[in-house]
C-alpha cells in the first residue's frame, strides 16, 4: 500500500506560477513511477506528466509542455510539479499518482494508488 497525500495548491494569477508536491508514505516510493493528473468541473480526469522511477524519464500532455516539470526526490519520498505560465484553462483538482510498472502511462486507469487531490484555480 501507497499513501499519497498532495499540498501546494492555491489560487495563482494568469502568467503565475506554484509547486505542487505529492509525499508518499507505505511501501518503497522508488518503485513506483509517479503522475501528475487533473480534473475540472464537468470533465474527466487527464494525464499532466509522468515520470519514471529513477526521474530519468519524464512525460508531459502537450497542453503543459514547456510550462509544467515534474520531479522526483527519492530521498524524501516526493514528486513535485513546478507548473509555470499558468492559464485560467489549468484550473482544475490536481492528483498524484503512482504506478507500480517501471514505465508509466498517461491513462488513469493504469495507475495503482491516488492521493486525495489539491485544488489549483488560475484567475484571469
Known amino acids: 500500500q501507497v499513501q499519497l497525500v498532495e499540498s501546494g495548491g492555491g489560487l495563482a494569477q494568469a502568467g503565475g506560477s506554484l509547486r505542487l508536491s505529492c509525499a508518499a508514505s507505505?511501501?518503497?516510493?522508488?518503485?513506483?513511477?509517479m503522475g501528475w493528473f487533473r480534473q475540472a468541473p464537468g470533465k474527466e480526469r487527464e494525464f499532466v506528466a509522468a515520470?519514471?522511477?529513477?526521474?530519468?524519464?519524464?512525460y508531459y500532455a502537450d497542453s503543459v509542455k514547456g510550462r509544467f516539470t515534474i520531479s522526483r526526490g527519492n530521498a524524501k519520498n516526493t514528486v513535485y510539479l513546478q507548473m509555470n505560465s499558468l492559464k485560467p484553462e489549468d484550473t482544475a483538482v490536481y492528483y498524484c499518482?503512482?504506478?507500480?510498472?517501471?514505465?508509466?502511462?498517461?491513462?488513469?486507469?493504469?495507475?495503482?494508488?491516488w492521493g486525495q487531490g489539491t485544488q489549483v484555480t488560475v484567475s484571469s
Open positions: 515520470i519514471n522511477w529513477s526521474g530519468g524519464t519524464t
Open positions: 499518482a503512482a504506478d507500480r510498472r517501471s514505465r508509466p502511462g498517461q491513462s488513469p486507469a493504469e495507475y495503482d494508488y
Open positions: 507505505g511501501r518503497t516510493f522508488i518503485n513506483y513511477a
